[in-house]
């Protein structure tokens, strides 16, 4: 067997040069679509624990209009009707230069996975505006919209106010989905939430912010629509925010802190990064 004699001078360089060709390696390697990393000045979501657990993720309202991401609603399978249901098909529709930062549940559904509010896709109307009377959250008037405008404008509107924009043409979505209660209308909590209410339930919704953020919270912990919206309100800064859904309709993907519910549901919202 051939014996081979080094310096030490030139070990120490092949090291520092292994080392060196380690780094670059891993520096070139592309990071998964499946488990993205926050870009914090645009996006990020993360996990708070006061004054209830929850997670939110956000992203800045002028990222959506600099086309690096965009926000969508996504429902039904390419070329079908039948709905999507999980966030994990939903992945399989995206193309190879997108990512899914992170997503949600929308609005609420019915027992077939149709949306029971106004919700508009790429332009395209779904489901009329809803501005019956009824039972239940979504009833809870006021409710509101959650839209924007094909620049990416967004913006929660309440539902009656919505719809004189739209008989005006002022409001020209792009994308809608329709909910409720509002939770944060012009700063002011909804008028029927009861700050000694005992209905505890898991909850999520959306808030416009005053610091340029969209702000998704999913609650860990069950809490009233008073706790919830004051959340918004007060510790988020939202002067309109709108409740999304609750219970087992609460879904959260976000790989960037471990979330990833396997849920069904029907409409989906999402932020999606376009890469280069």
């Known amino acids: 067997m051939p014996s081979f004699t080094f310096t030490s001078s030139r070990s120490t360089l092949s090291l520092a040069v292994i080392a060196l060709l380690s780094f670059s390696i891993s520096a070139c390697q592309q990071t998964s679509n499946d488990a993205p990393n926050s870009d914090t000045k645009n996006w990020s979501c993360e996990s708070q624990d006061t004054p209830f657990a929850y997670d939110a993720c956000h992203i800045q309202a002028d990222a959506l209009t600099s086309g690096d991401y965009s926000l969508q609603l996504f429902w039904q399978q390419p070329d079908s009707t039948q709905p999507l249901l999980t966030f994990d098909t939903l992945l399989t529709t995206l193309s190879a230069n997108q990512t899914l930062s992170f997503a949600t549940n929308a609005g609420m559904y019915n027992e077939k996975f149709a949306p029971i509010g106004y919700t508009v896709i790429e332009g395209e109307e779904k489901r009329a505006l809803n501005l019956k009377e009824g039972g239940g959250n979504f009833h809870l008037l006021p409710n509101g919209v959650l839209w924007w405008d094909k620049a990416g404008n967004v913006q929660i509107t309440e539902s009656h106010a919505f719809d004189e924009q739209l008989k005006s043409a002022e409001a020209k979505p792009w994308y809608a989905t329709q909910s409720g209660p509002m939770l944060v209308i012009n700063d ?89």
């Not at 939430?193 to 953020?213: A, E, H, M, Q, Y």
């Not at 918004?232 to 976000?254: Q, R, T, V, W």
């Open 188 to 276: 002011d909590i909804h008028p029927q939430f009861d700050p000694d209410s005992t209905s505890l339930k898991i909850r999520n919704g959306v808030g416009i912010c005053s610091d340029g953020s969209i702000q998704f919270v999913n609650t860990k912990a069950p809490v009233t629509f008073y706790q919830f919206a004051t959340l918004f309100k007060d510790e988020l800064h939202c002067p309109n925010a709108l409740f999304l859904d609750g219970g087992i309709a609460s879904a959260l993907y976000a790989p960037s802190i471990d979330e990833e519910d396997k849920k069904e549901m029907s409409v989906m919202i999402g932020v999606v990064a376009q890469n280069d």
